[in-house]
């Protein structure tokens, strides 16, 4: 006579392996178990000077990588077009020195050049927020109204990072159609922290605030009164985070050296050809959850051609 539990015992088993299988097949079916995150990208693809731009990528020319996991490129587009629109903030340190206003007139001619389907707008770092002087506007002769010298004491910014996520979290727009990008002036000093910690706090949360909403940072260095008598290493220090912003988010650090430079004009030059030379990338990956920030890699390599992209990029829900 068969032994009843153990014929139970079985039909158990088989019954669990049944269950585990079918869930199985479950979750390799489209939108089951595993959501589908989007994310999109501005990318920079600057070629040397008399080379010309790269044309006809194609999604086998952009392998990218989520998290380290495979990521599937839905569009590839360039950024040229009249209706491509480009929202510019400058964000000047309020205890940026006197001496800055000798580079006010690169500065104005810099803004004069923007195109037409660029809106901007000058900030003051003070307190820890971005203080605006005006609002965003394709109106050259008004944006430059608000361009002044800070006039703000030492450590009047309180930490440029602290600006920085102030204005990714109060981006003064709505357009969801127009990409985002900072320039920064400042020598990147943080008096809360002013050693090179790549673990900063505020440094890391400026970069996930960035990433949140989508804003490419670039950076001008340019001392303030606060560092005018400090340390090469506190000033070093200082440019090695606003590396770190840059890379994070797919900008372009410009700096000489510990000193100031003595003309802005080539720096804002080059500014303005990564301008003219952005593509936006979209694309799909695997995500369990809300949206969160997570690492992107693009191996993308182009003869004679610089590639700037975001290390840190938001995957949301579709």
Known sequence: MKNPERSIQRMSIWGMAISFIALALLGSAPGFSQSEGHGQVVVTLLPKQGVAAPLN??????????????????????????????????????????????QFSDIEDFVKTLPANTSSAFAYMQNGQAAFAGPLSTDHAKVLQGLHLPGGSAGSSA????????LAQHWPSDDLHARRE???ITDGVDPYNPRYDPENPYLLAAIADSARAGVVVDALYWQT??????????????????????????????????????SFQPFLKELG?????QYELSFTVELNGKAEV?????????????VSYPQQVLVSPR
């Not at 506190?234 to 000489?256: D, R, Y």
């Not at 050809?273 to 030379?277: C, F, K, P, T």
């Not at 997570?294 to 610089?306: G, S």
Request: hydrophobic letters at 35%; glycine letters at 10%; a positive charge.
């Open 57 to 102: 990528l194609t999604a086998k020319d952009l392998p990218v990588t989520v998290n380290g996991k495979p990521a599937t490129v839905t569009d590839w587009k360039p950024l040229h077009g009249p209706e491509d629109k480009l929202e510019l903030v400058l964000l000047i340190d309020g205890g940026a020195r006197g001496s800055l206003g000798s």
């Open 159 to 166: 930490s440029p990072y602290f600006c920085l996520s102030d």
């Open 182 to 184: 900072v320039l920064l």
């Open 225 to 262: 009164k606060a560092s005018a008598s400090s340390t090469n290493y506190q000033n070093n220090a200082g440019q090695n985070m606003l590396q770190e912003v840059v890379q994070a988010t797919g900008g372009k650090s410009f700096w000489i050296g510990m000193g100031n430079p003595v």
């Open 273 to 277: 050809r990564r301008l003219q030379n």
């Open 294 to 306: 997570k690492t992107l890699k693009l191996k993308l390599k182009l003869p004679n051609t610089e």
